[in-house]
Structure formats: structure tokens, C-alpha cells
């Protein structure tokens, strides 16, 4: 008897959302999330960065939508303003809350590199 093929097709791999390339950020700066009107919403920490998207750890629940990204000293681009949209917000197992989002509009590379404190 021949095995019945499968009713679901194979799976694909797995496609990278960002169409850049994501930078780790190796070194834990701090980072403000304001809100639009320039209120402090959180403290965070960069995970990674790209020149479309970051994913940060923060220290309290944010809400998705518009918001902006300010390095602070003694980062290298402590004092930028990096707008950013809110996409996606989940527990951090034990380390706070995992914040997810894209640049609006989008940074360079380099930005991106810089952010991350990537040489």
C-alpha cells in the first residue's frame, strides 16, 4: 500500500521581514521611547536595529503606534531624534517588555550601524 500524499503543501522557508540587513546591538546603551508629543513612554534598550526596523527592550508597556526613538548620552548619537511606528509589544521573559517597530521613515545603513554602535 503507498502512503496518501500530504493535504498541505511543504513548507517554505522561512522569508526575513526586513529587507535590510539587522545590526546586534553588543553594547546595552540607553535609549528614551517618547511618545509624539515628546513625553518620556519608557527606558529601553536596542536589541538590534536595521535601516527599516529595531526591536528594543523596555521598562514598561508601551502602546503601538507612533513613537520616537532618542539615544542618550553617552551614545555617539545621543541627541538624534528617530521616529519610529510601534508594531508589535510582548514579555521579554523576566526582562521587561520586547518592543518591536519600524523606522518612519526608514534610516541608512549606517544609521542603522551607528544606532547599534556598530563599527
Not at 551614545?75 to 531624534?81: D, E, F, I, N, V
Request: proline share 13%; hydrophobic share 40%.
Amino acid at each position: 500500500m503507498t502512503p496518501e500524499p500530504s493535504a498541505q503543501p511543504p513548507a517554505e522557508p522561512r522569508v526575513e521581514r526586513r529587507g535590510a540587513p539587522r545590526h546586534a546591538a553588543p553594547l546595552r546603551w540607553l535609549f528614551h521611547l517618547l511618545s509624539p508629543a515628546g513625553e518620556l513612554a519608557a527606558y529601553a534598550v536596542l536589541e538590534d536595529a536595521s535601516a527599516s526596523g529595531l526591536r528594543l527592550l523596555v521598562s514598561a508597556g508601551c502602546s503601538m503606534g507612533p513613537a520616537v526613538l532618542e539615544p542618550r548620552p553617552p551614545h555617539p548619537l545621543a541627541g538624534r531624534l528617530f521616529p519610529v511606528r510601534i508594531e508589535r509589544v510582548g514579555t521579554a521573559q523576566g526582562l521587561g517588555v520586547s518592543v518591536g517597530g519600524r523606522f518612519t521613515p526608514p534610516i541608512t545603513d549606517d544609521e542603522a550601524r551607528a544606532l547599534a554602535a556598530v563599527r
